[in-house]
């Protein structure tokens, strides 16, 4: 993992992938993570980083719970059925993490 394009954040037991909407990303790499979170700068490269996971051939990859980082934008996005949720602020993760855990144990039962 290139340490300038992606950052590592553990929560908990969690451990999450940060990266930039128009930062490179070898997608295999999502295989080790619980969740990727995407700062949002760009509508068009959100979404096309999202279908690039989502469209990956490998199952660890694209069923990994997605969330859109935004720091100044309003919610326009939210009705996205491709992320798993919007964020506001990276200070309190609980529910970024709660998400995840279920649906991570809906995948693994």
Excluded: W
């Amino acid at each position: 993992m290139k340490e300038n394009f992606a950052q590592k954040i553990s929560h908990e037991d969690l451990v999450f992938m940060k990266i930039q909407d128009r930062s490179p990303l070898y997608l295999p790499q999502l295989k080790s993570f619980d969740a990727v979170i995407i700062e949002y700068s760009d509508q068009l490269a959100t979404e096309e980083i999202v279908n690039k996971i989502r469209c990956y051939n490998m199952e660890s990859v694209y069923l990994i719970p997605i969330f859109v980082y935004k720091i100044y934008e309003e919610e326009s996005g939210a009705g996205n059925p491709l992320i798993d949720g919007t964020i506001h602020s990276l200070n309190n993760l609980a529910k970024v993490a709660e998400v995840t855990r279920k649906i991570n144990n809906k995948l693994t039962t």
